[in-house]
């Protein structure tokens, strides 16, 4: 597909029990300052004004709630829900199913819920400049080590090397689909395309675009949010 001025559609996984979290509510819908984080990544997803509609992939059992009862009614009519798997890659899947007439896909974690619109903004910028598969990354700040099945340790990769890969991740529609056909294990959706043998490009992440993965990460969520530190830009 040559032409890259065409729609582009988020899909927002939102289908995860959050178990490392330990809340009662599946995690998307846990509260940060009282508003979903389903809620909040929706409003930045059509906020940053580079996406049309948003796929919400909801837990199964939350998948006829209708999309006014889940997201703020100003952006419900933008929002198709559809039901998740078992698994991350199941779910995006099944959005992926449901972005008809979309020319690029941003899949994007409902647990990144404080992603700054800039962000999206960026990964669409250079979908739109030639890029087929972008992801948001950000230098590691750790030494990193591998170990073997004892935890003794193998290597020390060379970190300026490294980089730890966040949300919204961006593709050419068709490319993400042929990633998908045939079953195989990755964290993230970009490790479906590197299989492929194709070209990913990086744009730079954004700390604010965390993923709230355990009890810290909430804390650390609630008192961004309580420190009037700037999520979203206003446009
Ligand atoms: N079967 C699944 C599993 C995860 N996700 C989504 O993928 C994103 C990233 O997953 P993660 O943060 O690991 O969420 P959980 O799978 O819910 O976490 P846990 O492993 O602690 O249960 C989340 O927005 C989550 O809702 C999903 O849509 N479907
Ligand atoms: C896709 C992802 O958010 C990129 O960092 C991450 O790999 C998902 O990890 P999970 O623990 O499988 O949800």
Redo the contacts with the bound molecule.
């Keep these: 597909m040559s032409d890259r001025n065409g729609p582009v559609v988020g899909i927002l996984p939102a289908a995860?029990r959050g178990v490392r979290l330990g809340e009662p509510l599946p995690k998307a819908f846990v509260e940060l300052d009282g508003r979903t984080m389903l809620d909040r990544s929706v409003e930045a997803m059509l906020a940053s004004a580079v996406i049309d509609r948003v796929v919400i992939v909801a837990p199964p059992e939350l998948a006829a709630t209708p999309a006014d009862r889940l997201v703020g009614e100003s952006f419900a009519d933008r929002v198709t829900v559809v039901a998740g798997g078992a698994e991350?890659a199941d779910s995006v899947r099944a959005g992926l199913a449901a972005a008809s007439g979309a020319r690029f896909v941003l899949?994007h974690?409902a647990?990144?819920a404080l992603t700054p619109a800039e962000l999206f903004v960026r990964v669409v910028d250079a979908l739109r400049a030639g890029s087929d598969a972008v992801i948001p990354v950000l230098p590691v700040v750790d030494t990193i080590k591998s170990v073997d099945k004892d935890g003794v340790v193998t290597g020390t990769p060379d970190r300026s090397t490294l980089r730890?890969?966040?949300?919204p991740?961006g593709f050419d529609v068709e490319l993400l689909e042929r990633a998908n056909r045939d079953a195989a294990d990755a964290?993230?959706?970009a490790g479906l395309v590197e299989r492929l043998g194709e070209r990913i490009t990086t744009v730079v992440g954004d700390p604010l675009a965390f993923?709230i993965?355990t009890p810290l990460d909430l804390v650390l969520a609630r008192t961004v949010l309580a420190s009037g530190v700037r999520t979203e830009k206003e446009m």
Excluded: E, L
Excluded at 164 to 167: C, I, S
């Design positions: 995860g991350r899949v974690d647990a990144r730890a890969v966040q949300t991740q964290t993230d959706d993923k993965t």
